[in-house]
């Protein structure tokens, strides 16, 4: 079992939670972890890159003056690649870099990613988040006394219009509900905040699917 403190705002521990790690799969996979990252990485490529070949560029595809006799280097058409204005001899083509994983692994990797911030105690748990107003100052306080001064996500159970206009101009902090995490947002950040309500949301969704 894992021991989890929830603290408050202030920074004060204030709850314990006890966290099952056979509930996140009882020990990290690193290469199903590996491939959940390559693929999401690989589907945020645009793959939009390309040039013209040969084929596509304008020009006459007439030699453009006889082989020998000229004194000139050899030359062949105003297309080759070796002159101004020539196309690519290998042309690049938009391309699609998606890959896809089953639901189940991607399940499996982010239970993997979960487990692996838990063992290397970046996972903070804190009782309640909730601003009456839009203030990323207050919001920024609340990182310092929780000592989270590297990337983070913020993980809340639903939604929260307020608390997003609160994180969204803090560097390398971003807010998403339970639902959206993955196991790619999750390597790639160094800690994970939660809300007590979102963490317990987030342990019966895995009871749930175990």
Do not use: W
């Not at 009456?132 to 100052?137: A, I, L």
């Amino acid at each position: 079992m894992i021991k989890l403190c929830v603290y408050n705002k202030e920074g004060q521990e204030v709850d314990s939670l006890q966290v099952d790690e056979t509930l996140f799969g009882g020990s990290v996979r690193y290469a199903l972890l590996k491939q959940a990252i390559v693929m999401y990485n690989a589907n945020k490529r645009v793959g939009t890159a390309a040039t013209k070949s040969r084929g596509m560029v304008e020009g006459s595809t007439r030699k453009l003056y006889k082989q020998k006799g000229t004194g000139n280097a050899r030359a062949g058409n105003a297309r080759t690649p070796v002159r101004k204005g020539g196309g690519h001899a290998f042309a690049k083509v938009a391309r699609d870099f998606r890959q896809d994983m089953p639901v189940k692994q991607r399940r499996l990797a982010k239970n993997s990613a979960i487990l692996a911030k838990l063992l290397s105690k970046s996972v903070v748990v804190i009782d309640e988040l909730k601003f009456d107003k839009p203030k990323t100052k207050d919001f920024v306080n609340i990182l310092s006394k929780l000592k989270i001064d590297r990337s983070c996500i913020v993980t809340l159970p639903e939604y929260d219009v307020t608390l997003y206009k609160s994180v969204r101009n803090v560097p390398n902090v971003y807010m998403m509900t339970v639902a959206d995490l993955n196991a790619g947002d999750i390597c790639n950040r160094q800690k994970l905040l939660f809300t007590k309500s979102a963490f317990v949301s987030l342990i019966e969704k895995a009871s749930n699917k175990n």
